[in-house]
C-alpha cells in the first residue's frame, strides 16, 4: 500500500492548485516544498511585482494629479518601504497557501525531493533541512518544480546576485540604480522596465529580436514600443549584449546597436532572457524521463510516459504563465483521478499578460500567425480614445485589435494594450473557449461606461460597424 | 483489490463502440454474469456481463457516450470486503491511460489522454445515441420536440458551411457539447473515406458520410416532409451500399428455376420431420445455395488488393429487412448444416435480427449473400453486392408458368427467376454462368442435395 495517492513535488500556482483539485478529488494528497509555499509566483514573480507595480503607478497617478485638477506638492517614494509592502502581500498570499493545505488535509513535506524507479509510480525521496532522507511512495507523482531565470555564463550573461540581477534580486532593491540595463524585452525585462522607469532610474533595455514584446502581435509591440519612449525608456531592438564587466559598484556592458559595438556603463543590470525548467537532481535520467531544451515533454494530461509520474507548469514549457500552470494542475489531476470532466490542456487558448505601464493583453493567433493559416481575415481595432470611461480615466492611450476568420466567424486572436487590459481580456478568452462567433459577441450587450466597450467596437470595427470611431 | 471493467471487443475489428445503458449505478452489488450494462455497434446492441462479483465503485463513462475506445475501463467494482467509496476511480483510468496503448516512445506523439480517446480518428457511424435534434435545421438550437442540440456557434457554422449535419456528430465539449474539432474531424474523415477501398472489406465502422445538401426550404416547404435523424444503422446501409455501388464492378446473370420437384420435397421433409421443424422455401435455397459455393468454388471468392481470397466454406449472409434498415446474418458452415439445424439457426438469427440483438460475428463474415423478395410477388430484382463477398443473389416470386417441357409440351409449372450480380474483377462470365448451373440443379433435383 502507497503512503500517498498523490504526491506534488513544488508548491507553485501548479503545484498547489494540483494538490487542492486532487484533494477535492478524494485522493490523500501530499505535497513536497523546499522554500515557501506558494513558489516563485506568490514570493518572488507574479504577486510581489504587481504590488510593486501598483507603487509605481499610485506614484504616477501622484505625479500627475495635476490632469486631474489635484495638487499635490511633490509626490516621493521609500524605496524600503515599497519593497516591504511587496514582501508583505507575498507572504500573506503564502500564509494563505498554507492554510489551503490545511484546510484540504494535504500533508505539506518541508525539503527537497528525488525520484527512484519504483511502481506503480516513482518513489519520491525528500532531504530535510538537517539532510536527513525519507523515502515516500504513491500511485501518483506530479512534479511542479518550476522554472528560473535562464543565464549565459560564456557571454557574460550570468547573475551575481549584486550588479547583474535576475527578477529575484530586483524585486528587492536596497537602493534605485540611477542607469539600469534590462535584457530581454519579454514581459518581465518590460515589467521591471516599467516599474524602475516610473520611479525614476534612467533604464535601456536590449532585445535581440526586432522589437520589445516578441511574443505578442507585431502591431502592439510597435504601439507600446511608442509608449515606453514616450515615457523616458530608451529601447534597442536587433541588439545584442556581447559581454558584461563587472566593477566595484558598475556593470560596462559591451552592446551591438545597429551593427556597431559600444560600450555602455550601468549601476545594475536585469537578466530576463528566458526561462529554464528545473529539471535538475529530479533523478530524471535514470526514469528515463524525456526533456527538451530543460522542459520535460508531456501530453495533455501532463503524463510524461513513465508510469505513474506527471509533469505541469512551467517546468513543461511555456507559455510561463502561473494560470497555465494552474489549469494543467487541474487538467492533469482530473485525468489521472479519472474525473468525469478530465479534459486535455489546450495550449491554444492561454491568455499572456504584462503589467507594465501600459498593460498589455492578448489571447490566441497573432495577425502574422493567423495570416500564415492562409485565412482571410477580418480585422477590427478600436482606440482608447474613443472610448468615455478611458477618457474620464485619463487614460486615452491603448488600443483593442480583435482578430476574426472572415468565414467561420472564429474568434482567432485578440490583442490589447492600455490600461486594465489585464482584466479585460478574460472577455475573449471566454468567448474563444465557448467558440462564440463574431454575430455573438455584436449581440452581446457591453455595459456603458465601461473599458469592455472598446472589445465590443473592436468586433464591431471588424465588420465594419463600429459606432464611436 | 478493486476490480476493472473494461470495455469488450464485440468483435475482433472493433474498435469502439456506444456505451449505450447503465444497468447498475454506483453502489449496486453485482454477480458474476449480472447484466451490467449495453454497448451499441452500428448494427447491434450488446449486453455486458460482470465477470466478477462486488460493489459497483464508480462508473468512469457516462451512458450515451460514443466512441469508446475498447479496453478503456468503464468501472470499477470493489472486492468482496473492500468499501466502494475508498475505491479510487483513477485506479482504472491510470492503467488505461499509461498502460494498453502503444505509445510511450513519447507522450506527445501519442496523445493518448483519455476523453480524446474517445472520438479517435475511425469511427463515427455508432451514432445510435445521438441526440434526437433536428437535422432539417441545423442553425437551429432545437428540434420539434424540443431537445436541446449542445454545440458551439463556431462548430454551428463550420458544419454548415461543409454540409456536415450536427446531429450524430459526438460533442467532446462540455456536456457533450459539438466543439469545433468534433465538426473538424467529422469533415477530415468525409473526405478521407471516399478514397480508403480497403475500407469495403471492414465490416463495421467507418461513417464519414457527407450527407447530402439539405432539401432546399424554397422548393421542399419543411413542413411538408417528416425529416427522419439517421441512425448507426442507416448510415452504415448507406455507406456500405454507395461504396460497393460505385466500386464494384457489378454484372447480373438471370436464370429461370423451376420449383415443383423442391416443393414436392419439402413437403415430404416436413410432414416427415418432427413437430416444431419446418423447413421453409428459403432455407432450401441456401442449403443449394451452400453447395452450389462448394460445386464452384471459383466463385466463392473476396477481391482484395493483395489478391483474391478463396473461402474453404460457404459462409451465407441472408438480407433481413428490419425496421430502419437492413441486415445481413450469417449461416457458418451452411454446406455442412442439415437442413433442421439451418432452419431453427435461420429463425433465430432473423428474430433477433429484428429485435436489433445481433452479435457483430453473427452479421459479419458472410462470403456470399441471398436475398428473397419473392414474398412480395417480385418476379424478378438484382441485387447489390455486400462486399467483400463476391456475389448476391436475388430471388424472385415462385409462380406458375407456361412452359414448354423436354417433350415440346406447353405444361403449367412452379418457376422463379433468380439474378446473381458478381464482381467482375473476382467473377467471370462462365463462373457465375457455371455457379448459376449448379445451383439450378440442386433446386431441380432437390435429391442431389443429400449426395
Known sequence: ??????????????????????????????????ESLGGVCLNWGC??????????????????????????DKADFDLQAVVKRSRGVASQLSGGVKHLMKKNKITVIAGTARLEQASPAPRVVVTDTAGQDTGYTAAHVILATGARARAIPQAGLAPDGKLIWTYREAMVPDALPKRLLVIGSGAIGIEFASFYNELGSDVTVVEAMDRILPAEDAEVSAFAHKAFEKQGLTLHTSAQVKGLTRAEDSVTAELTL????????????????????????LGL???????????????????????????????????????KASHEAVTCVEGLAGATDAHAFDASNVPGCTYSHPQIASVGLTEAQARETGRKLKIGRFPFVGNGKAIALGAGDGLVKTLFDAETGELLGAHMV????????QGYVIARQG?????????????????????????LASQGQALHI | MSIEITMPALSPTMESGTLAKWLVKAGDRVEAGDIIAEIETDKATMEVEAVDEGIVAHLLVAAGTEEVAVNRVIAVLAEEGEDANAVPAGVGQDADMSGGEADPGGPQGGSVAAPARTQPAVQEGDSGAAPAAAPGRPLAGSDAAGTRLKASPLARRIAAQAGIALPGLTGSGPHGRIIKKDVEAAIGRAKAAPVTPSDAGRGVGADGLILPQLLDDRIYDPESYILEPLDGMRRTVARRLTESFMQVPHFPLNVDIALDRLLTARQGINDAAPDGVKISVNDLLIKASALALMAEPDCNASYTDRGIAYHKSAHVSVAVAVDGGLITPVIRDAQTKGLAALAAEMKDLAGRAR?????????TGGTFSISNLGMFGVKSFGSIINPPEGMILSVGAGEKRAVVDAAGQIVAATMMSVTLSCDHRVIGGAEGARWLAAFKRFVETPESMLL
Open chain 1, 1 to 34: 500500500m502507497s503512503d500517498f495517492d498523490l504526491i506534488v513535488v513544488g508548491s507553485g500556482p501548479g503545484g498547489y492548485v494540483a494538490a487542492i483539485r486532487a484533494s477535492q478529488l478524494g485522493l490523500k494528497t501530499a505535497i513536497v516544498e523546499k
Open chain 2, 355 to 363: 429485435a436489433r440483438k445481433l452479435k457483430p460475428q453473427e452479421y
Open chain 1, 47 to 72: 504577486i510581489p511585482t504587481k504590488a510593486l507595480l501598483r507603487s509605481a503607478e499610485v506614484l504616477h497617478l501622484a505625479r500627475t494629479a495635476d490632469q486631474f485638477g489635484l495638487k499635490i
Open chain 1, 285 to 323: 535520467d535514470a526514469l528515463g524521463v524525456r526533456v527538451d531544451r530543460s522542459h520535460i515533454v508531456v501530453d495533455g494530461f501532463g503524463r510524461t510516459g513513465v508510469p505513474g509520474l506527471y509533469a505541469i507548469g512551467d517546468l513543461t514549457g511555456g507559455p510561463w504563465l502561473a494560470h
Open chain 1, 418 to 425: 492600455g490600461a486594465e487590459v489585464t482584466e479585460l481580456i
Open chain 1, 258 to 281: 545597429n551593427g556597431q559595438t559600444e560600450k555602455q556603463t550601468f549601476d545594475r543590470v536585469i537578466l530576463a532572457i528566458g526561462i529554464v525548467g528545473n529539471v535538475e537532481g
Open chain 1, 435 to 459: 467558440e462564440l462567433t463574431e454575430l455573438d459577441l455584436m449581440h452581446t450587450i457591453f455595459p456603458h461606461p465601461t473599458l469592455s466597450e472598446m472589445m465590443h467596437e473592436s468586433v
